[in-house]
């Protein structure tokens, strides 16, 4: 009489170990499955409730407003009483009042990105002498004042027009849009760039936001 191979030791050994790889094969195929559908219905739930960000958006408006810039505008001329004149910081960006009109400097620092801080006296202990600072910026000789930004992480400074002049800086910082709301205060949108300059661009920049008509001159560099 034959014998049946899976009725000797061998052959039962043989018939528990594929027995053994059909459940772990079943018991895997399951927790795939399983895991498969968690997934999946948390990727669903993540369509249905977006995730919020904490990202600032790229226009806002100011608190201040036209009348709140330091020195404020003589009604007869139209101009600043005192020069280029710097507004709080908000969403990283200076809005400033001189002869020519308004703008807004966006304070990036071009080297790493850091937040230049204003300063009443930009060249201090720079080698640059202050005519220079204060011939930046449109304003009469009575109002000059070596003003502009300083880097607090490497050492970058800028004139009051963002022209950087000393550090790392490898350009001058950028200018963003600027209008006036009806209520007065400023919408600034950090996304729109008015001016753009490359390396070794030292161009005085001829954008301004007439403050009277609330209208800018168009004259916008490098975008």
Same mark, same amino acid.
């Given at each position: ?66 009348? /709140?810039? +330091?020195?404020?505008? $003589? ?5 600043? %009483?005192?020069?280029?004149? &710097?507004?709080?910081?908000? @969403? ?84 963003? /849009?600027? +209008?006036?709301?009806? $209520? ?5 949108? %950090?996304?729109?760039?008015? &001016?753009?300059?490359?390396? @070794? ?23």
């Amino acid at each position: 009489m034959a014998l049946n191979p899976y009725e000797t030791p061998q052959g039962k050994l043989r018939a528990r170990a594929e027995s053994t790889r059909r459940q772990f094969l079943l018991i895997m195929g399951t927790l795939a499955g399983v895991g498969s559908l968690v997934f999946g219905s948390f990727k669903l739930l993540g369509f249905m409730f977006p995730a919020a960000t904490n990202e600032a958006p790229p226009q806002f408006k100011t608190t201040f407003t036209v009348d /709140d810039l +330091t020195g404020g505008i $003589d009604p007869a001329t139209k101009k600043a %009483r005192l020069g280029a004149n &710097v507004s709080g910081v908000e @969403g990283r960006v200076n809005v400033i009042l001189d002869d020519a009109g308004i703008y807004a400097v966006y304070l990036v620092c071009t080297h790493l990105g850091c937040t230049p801080n204003y300063t009443s006296n930009v060249v201090s202990g720079s080698g640059v002498a202050e005519g220079v600072a204060d011939k930046r910026g449109v304003r009469t000789s009575s109002q000059q004042k070596p003003n502009g930004w300083a880097c607090p992480c490497h050492g970058s400074r800028y004139f009051i027009d963002s022209t950087n002049f000393y550090g790392p800086a490898p350009r001058p910082m950028d200018w963003v /849009d600027i +209008t006036i709301a009806p $209520d007065n205060h400023f919408v600034v949108d %950090r996304s729109s760039i008015v &001016v753009y300059r490359q390396a @070794g661009d030292i161009t005085a920049p001829e954008w301004r936001l007439d403050p009277a008509t609330g209208q800018s001159n168009g004259k916008t560099i490098g975008v």
